[in-house]
């Protein structure tokens, strides 16, 4: 899987659009200015453009971002294949559907489309990233180098984030000299893993270089493994570069340092060579050395068994009959659901201690801040600080194709962030009062998971 991308979600709680300003001159081509509101992630006034202008292979295409960047993944593929029909030179259409193969772990199919993409509009930097990760996926490094330097080299505009990740990999890529790093080595079917349950975490032992154990927490929805800075002062670790890191409260994004570990050992499972990112966010460094970023192990099926308080990898598949098909952002699994009536993707959080909704999905199931009794002193917060506006939702019932499950309380907390950075709506994070009574199987390649009790 990819091990690039430093996004940590780890949403803790502290234990208990402004109206459209964009202005398009007539002398700017409709087309280009979606592609810098999309980039600036101003998808109403992206959309509110392609509402008056002309339907074309490229304005069908942009509708179709527009769905991605919603959540309407199938609605999405529609768009971008009718851009297709209608015009096969298509750039985005293309990209576009290079990013719904990614999301579905579809490596050679997302290598394909976003390399055609690249052949019609070279000069797109956008195109680039993604291609990198695409061939990062395919164990490609040089391929996924050459991308990523060409992204860099384009000097993309108005994306200081992902620019800022593409020099931090880049910076990565030349400590490790090209050799393949995150090596996983272990029998092919280690014994379980204990894991401790407190504070509606699950925490487990780690060994570092030989030193330990450490308290991890076992985090479902980080996409890296990370350390405390003071674990990583502890072990003497050297800074390799630094990126930024997203995640609940706060400004949520912080600059983290990436550190080159030489071996972790779970369990019989050791990861050599890892970049690892790190957090020094008080609340979470009084409670965790650091955060165990499943992906890590995705050449294992992980199931992270709640009842028998245990950690199991294997190379066996779950049920077929039990799948549940989920869509893959950044090494996170977003889980279609619904809540009270509302469609939208949650991601899959064991570092998450309530399930909780974004502020756009209470606003459409009718709570805002203004609902009278909504508003809660009780604050949420994580690796990006003290979450801001806190609401309470009465009971509501989570439901994906096979479970149905009652939460008797959920909150709503500001996801715009962790959304802009994955490029697609996050409705919501599926914590542990949703988790807690099932074995969640995670299979990272084949893009599902398993609910089993």
Known sequence: MSRRHLLILLSLTSLISGA????????VK???SVATLLLRDEIQNAEAILQKSPRTAETVAFQGEIEFRKGNFDRARTLYQSSIQMNERTARAHFGLGKLALAKVKTKEAVQSFKRAIELDPKEPLYHFFASEAADLDKNP????????????????????????????????????????????????????????????????????G??????????????????????????LKTITTTIMHGVGGSGRVTSNIYRIDRMRIGDVTVKDLPVGTFDDPL?????????????????????????????LSHKPGSAADAIPIWYFSNMLLLPSDISGQHGNFIVDTGAITTVVSLNMASAMGITEKTPGAKVDAGIGGVGGAQGTVLMLPQATLKTTRQSQLLSQTLAIDLTDISKMLGTEVSG????????NYKLTLDYYNAQIHLSK
Not at 20 to 27: F, G, L, N, R, S
Not at 171 to 194: H, M, Q, R, T
Not at 216 to 231: E, H, N, P, R, Y
């Open 142 to 209: 040089a391929e996924s180098r050459k991308q990523l330097e060409e992204y860099v080299r384009l000097k993309p505009h108005d994306d200081e984030d992902r620019l800022t990740e593409a020099k931090a990999g880049l910076a990565l890529l030349d400590s490790f000299g090209g050799k393949e790093y995150g090596i996983v080595e272990g029998p092919n079917e280690p014994a379980a893993v204990p894991f401790r349950k407190e504070l509606n975490l699950i925490f487990t032992d780690v060994m570092i270089n």
């Open 211 to 236: 030193k330990g154990p450490f308290n991890f927490v076992i985090d479902t929805g980080a996409s890296q493994t990370a350390l405390s800075q003071k674990l990583a002062r502890d072990l003497g």
């Open 284 to 312: 979470v460094s009084q409670i965790a050395d650091g955060i165990i970023g499943t992906a890590m192990l995705a050449d294992y099926i992980v199931t992270i068994n709640y009842p028998q308080s245990r950690m199991e």
């Open 30 to 32: 409709p087309a280009e």
């Open 429 to 436: 994070v599926a914590g542990f009062d949703f988790l807690q």
């Open 20 to 27: 459209m300003a964009a202005c398009v001159t007539a002398q």
